[in-house]
């Protein structure tokens, strides 16, 4: 008897055993799968947190590729300040060289000029063939001096064309052609402010600068005249004027 309860006790014992230690292995199990659970719920925040870095970072970089973009344009357009492009002269109205032909144009444009030899770096015609006919193609021209230059496109700046010998001709600053599609898509932005009298300029880098309320405004995009303060009250009709274009068109 006393053997067999001896034996009894070890049993229990060894069970007992065997039990604490499968509590002790589930008590682990429990604690692993806390701790995965804590990871679940912790990673979508992790993950939301870092790409808000992300974004962060991609804007950080959106904004200092698009300062790069417009240095490098303004350095473009900085080789080109000696320039003057001039538009409306067909191929059949010179008669002597082009480079004679441009001299005259200038004597007359800029009569101050006529006692001083205006030199020409280079002078060509600009693009491709014109395929509309009756329209010619542009002259670039290079100017040596470049207050020669300066003292010309201020003769122009207050009118579109002049004439000489029988045509219309217009001359511009040369700029390279990013800076010329910039300046056309804020044609909506220029139109409306000469109509409310709002004088303007352009400026370098690029930018369009005027005065609204008494304050020296400069944006780069429709969108940033839109957010000016007391801009857009002028510029709000923007849309529906620009649909009542489009209808007139149709």
């Keep these: 008897m006393e053997q067999l309860f001896r034996s009894l006790c070890e049993d229990f014992a060894t069970l007992k055993q065997e039990i604490m230690a499968d509590i002790k292995d589930l008590k682990r199990e429990v604690v692993d799968l806390g701790q995965c659970v804590d990871t679940i719920e912790l990673t979508p925040d992790a993950r939301e947190e870092e790409m808000d870095c992300h974004r962060r970072e991609l804007l950080t970089l959106q904004d200092k590729n698009q300062d790069l973009q417009y240095q490098i344009e303004d350095l473009e357009n900085r080789s080109r300040c000696s320039n003057i492009r001039i538009k409306g002269v067909p191929a059949q109205a010179v008669t002597g060289t082009l480079e004679d032909f441009v001299v005259h144009l200038f004597h007359h444009v800029a009569p101050a000029l006529k006692e001083q030899n205006i030199v020409l770096h280079r002078t060509h015609r600009a693009g491709r063939p014109a395929h509309v006919p009756g329209r010619a193609q542009d002259i ?35 700029l390279s052609m990013i800076t010329l599609q910039r300046r056309r898509l804020l044609r909506p932005v220029t139109d409306l402010l000469r109509e409310e009298g709002i004088r303007y300029k352009w400026g370098h880098p690029f930018r ?12 780069r995009t429709f969108e940033e005249a839109q957010r000016l303060d007391g801009v857009p009250q002028t510029l709000r009709i923007w849309p529906r004027k620009q649909q009542h274009r489009s209808n007139s068109r149709a």
């Design 140 to 174: 670039l021209t290079c100017l040596h001096n470049y207050k020669q230059k300066e003292v010309i496109m201020a003769a122009v700046c207050d009118t579109t064309s002049i004439e000489f010998e029988g045509h219309r001709i217009s001359l511009y600053q040369d």
């Design 208 to 219: 369009l600068l005027f005065i609204c309320q008494n304050e020296l405004r400069s944006i």
